[in-house]
């Protein structure tokens, strides 16, 4: 709905609502940014971890490897029996083999098995370790942990392994890295959901607070109407009054101020009936009384009966009504439908040819009811408002004409409420209207 100057949300609501608006989404913002970080956070403190239990394992196995050696040389220089000493050092689970540098007959002895990616020298020979030694002792991380040992290993600074050979395994890391990839789309489509909620719960609420501003306008300018409306007929009924207090007219000068202030009181009824029309047509309890009845005979004395309206607004109104057209309709209420419509379209006419045109016509399964005029139009960005309550439309070509703003209101809930449609088509300014009210046939 737009809104011409002075009908915007007043500027305090706005700006508590636009500082409200910007919380929110600062505070989702927020939000989604610390969730986002916070998993990247979690996935680089899991790799850490890993990290850590990697460079214990390495000091653990080297510091493992220093006291193997160790004992091995002491047990070498104070051992007498070898035989029972070998025996035991390849029952070691960190050992796998010994070669000595030669035995009593000058040939080399190898015990165990030789594998030289981790050995250590030692006086009388050399001391092979288990290359598996240091992925035994990860056993809990198997799967998770690549132990990568190239290369020959002799212990230099009492060292034969380092953290560079180990490494987090292909299949972990890009299950980290779906996890985390995983995070970052949920929060980031929550996140993107809630912003959409929020901005969409903003736009009706600032919808809504135009609709306010606009229905308390509307009822302003409604009051303003009403009261000039109802004093224009009441001015003239007490200048008759008086005149007629005065004595000194004559008959006939009576008789022609009795039919002023008869037509006065008619206008006057007629506004009454309209704002109570405009309360009850509204309320869900709101009775309908639908009688089968033949819609051309029924608008021949519509338009009958509005002549004197017609005469008074110095209008001419043709015909070109089907006959035979049955519907179920309420006979006073569509007469008041229709009249409000009438008059709408010769008030806004040219006072100078004021002719409206009013057609009736069957059209797949519904009876078509047209009332086409020449007058000032309907701009189309308003089309889709002049139905409301209250509403009139507020340019120069019509905001000289009295009214209202409830006989649109009240046509469109007459016919609604009898299961018909009632719309409106216009060019624009200065190109004429048509209102075309739909009611369903019946056999």
């Not at 029309?277 to 608008?299: C, Q």
Request: aromatic content about 10%; some cysteine.
């Amino acid at each position: 709905m737009k809104f011409k100057k002075g009908l915007k949300p007043t500027r305090f609501a706005l700006v508590i609502f636009l500082i409200l608006v910007v919380f929110c989404l600062a505070q989702l913002s927020w939000w989604i940014i610390y969730q986002i970080d916070l998993s990247k956070q979690l996935s680089r403190h899991k790799a850490e971890l890993l990290n850590q239990r990697i460079e214990i394992t390495v000091l653990a196995v080297n510091r493992c490897f220093q006291q193997k050696l160790g004992m091995l040389s002491y047990a070498m220089n104070v051992t007498e029996n070898t035989g029972d000493f070998f025996d035991g050092l390849l029952s070691d689970s960190a050992i796998i083999g010994f070669a000595t540098n030669e035995d009593g007959d000058g040939k080399p002895v190898v015990l165990g098995r030789i594998d030289s990616t981790f050995y250590a020298d030692i006086a009388g020979g050399t001391v092979y370790f288990d290359p598996h030694y240091p992925e035994k002792s990860l056993a809990s991380l198997e799967g998770t942990v690549v132990f990568d040992p190239t290369g020959h290993h002799g212990g230099e600074g009492m060292n034969w392994i380092s953290p560079e050979m180990f490494s987090i395994s292909p299949a972990v890391r890009e299950e980290m890295e779906r996890e985390i990839a995983g995070r970052i789309k949920m929060f980031a489509s929550e996140g993107s959901f809630f912003v959409i909620i929020i901005l969409f719960g903003a736009f009706l609420i600032y919808r809504t607070l135009q609709r306010s501003e606009g229905l308390k306008f509307r009822q302003q300018n409604f009051i303003h109407a009403v009261t000039h409306e109802f004093r224009t007929p009441l001015t003239s009924l007490r200048l008759y009054i008086q005149t007629l207090q005065a004595g000194k007219i004559d008959e006939n000068k009576k008789q022609e101020l009795y039919a002023k202030m008869l037509d006065d009181c008619y206008r006057l009824d007629g506004m009454v009936d309209n704002v109570l029309d405009a309360g009850h047509s509204s309320r869900n309890d709101y009775k309908l009384n639908l009688t089968p009845t033949d819609l051309a005979v029924d608008l021949n004395e519509y338009l009958s009966n509005f002549e004197p309206l017609i005469r008074g607004l110095g209008g001419r109104i043709e015909t070109r009504i089907e006959p035979n057209v049955n519907v179920r309709t309420d006979y006073q209420a569509l007469e008041r439908a229709i009249r409000m419509i009438v008059e709408n379209a010769l008030k806004y006419s040219d006072p100078n040819d004021r002719v409206v045109t009013v057609s009736l016509s069957k059209d797949s399964g519904s009876a078509r009811i047209s009332i086409a005029d020449n007058g000032v139009g309907i701009p189309k960005e308003e089309q889709g408002n002049i139905f409301d309550r209250f509403y009139r439309i507020d340019n120069e070509s019509t905001r000289t004409v009295k009214g209202t703003g409830l006989g649109l209101y009240l046509a469109r809930q007459t016919v609604e409420n009898r299961g018909g449609r009632i719309k409106v088509e216009s060019e624009g300014i200065g190109r004429g209207s048509v209102f075309t009210i739909t009611l369903p046939l019946v056999s």
